[in-house]
């Protein structure tokens, strides 16, 4: 392929952990950012930032997914070309729906496709991984679907995780933000051997449960000890909205992600039921929320 003078990629948000998962699993949802750059025969950088709390998004070298970008260049080992980026968001910011891992995702596989896709897939993704410093966001946003990831120490083993129509994820996004270092700063740098298995058995259980639509399973496979005993507190209204959300028909509910976006997962029968359960008990904590049902994006990064 040869070297191109403009490019748009777009990305999807991803839900992470699903419960047991921590740093492990994640899946890709219909929900996406879109980054169109433009190469410029000179003038450095401009960023333009459409869509809901555009204003929030640097429009500077600081830009997560100009850094991105950058790094792609650094890694080619060649100077980054001038560029006007155009971002229109419809993923939310700091919520825990993986906005990072679209930047970041966004920004190298922009460059790449920009050099004539120079790189493999799999090396994007060594890229997105180290930049993110944890697999389940990044890996699902470049490839689309369910994802598994672990190490073999020398490179990641990727592995795709069924996902069985009947089970929808229902997405509860709160009107404030929680960053992830400050969801990461809470937890402890070490777990109990008991922690441990419970996580262990319960991620085993998940990915059979998320395979056949087990809801049996799918009731105990969602729960979780090593990181939201931890951050719950950092959610109002986490509580009532588990309750609420069972009490509704949901399997279960997780925070997605570092939160503080709330993730349940129900049968198709009782999504909508199980979504305004949700909205209507983080109305009574008074915070003004959106809920949605969203299906599994199968596709991944896509550029053209
Ligand atoms: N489209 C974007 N362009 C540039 N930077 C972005 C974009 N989206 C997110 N970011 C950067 O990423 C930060 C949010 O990252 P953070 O890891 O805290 O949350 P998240 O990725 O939305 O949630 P989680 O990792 O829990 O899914 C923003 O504050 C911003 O600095
Ligand atoms: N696994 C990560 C996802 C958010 O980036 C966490 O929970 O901190």
């Keep these: ?43 450095g950088l401009t960023i333009h930032v459409t869509g809901k709390e555009a204003e929030r998004v640097q429009t500077d070298e600081s830009n997560l997914l100009y850094q991105a970008f ?54 994007v993704m060594e890229l997105a991984i180290a930049m993110e410093g944890h697999p389940d966001n990044v890996v699902p946003a470049l490839l689309g679907g369910c994802r598994l990831a672990a190490t073999s120490g020398a490179a990641w083993e990727i592995c795709d995780v069924p996902w069985h129509k009947d089970v929808v994820p229902v997405i509860a996004i709160p009107n404030f933000e929680l960053s992830t270092s400050e969801a990461r700063g809470v937890l402890p740098t070490e777990v109990s051997r008991a922690d441990a298995i419970f996580n262990t058995a319960h991620l085993g259980l998940l990915l059979r449960g998320l ?43 997780v925070i997605s992600g570092a939160g503080p976006t709330l993730l349940a997962l129900a049968d198709k029968l009782n999504s909508k039921a199980v979504e305004a359960a949700m909205l209507a008990a983080w109305q009574e904590e008074g915070i003004t929320a959106e809920v949605r049902s969203l299906s599994l994006d199968t596709q991944g990064a896509k550029s053209f």
């Design 211 to 253: 395979e056949t639509g087990n809801g049996q399973w799918l009731k105990t496979a969602l729960q979780d000890k090593l990181h939201q005993p931890y951050r719950k507190a950092l959610i109002p209204g986490y509580d009532a909205l588990n309750i609420a959300a069972v009490s509704a028909g949901a399997y279960g509910m």
């Design 1 to 43: 392929m040869s070297v191109v003078s403009a490019i748009t990629v777009t990305v999807p948000a991803t839900t992470a952990n699903l419960g047991p998962g921590f740093d492990c699993i994640g899946a890709a949802l219909k929900l996406y950012n879109e980054f169109k750059f433009t190469r410029l025969e000179e003038g």
């Design 70 to 123: 950058v790094k792609f260049y650094q890694h080619i080992e060649q100077t980054p070309p001038s560029v006007k980026i155009e971002i229109k968001l419809g993923v939310p910011l700091a919520r825990g729906l993986g906005s990072s891992a679209t930047a970041i995702v966004g920004g190298l596989v922009a460059g790449n496709q920009l050099e004539g896709a120079t790189l493999s897939q799999s090396q």
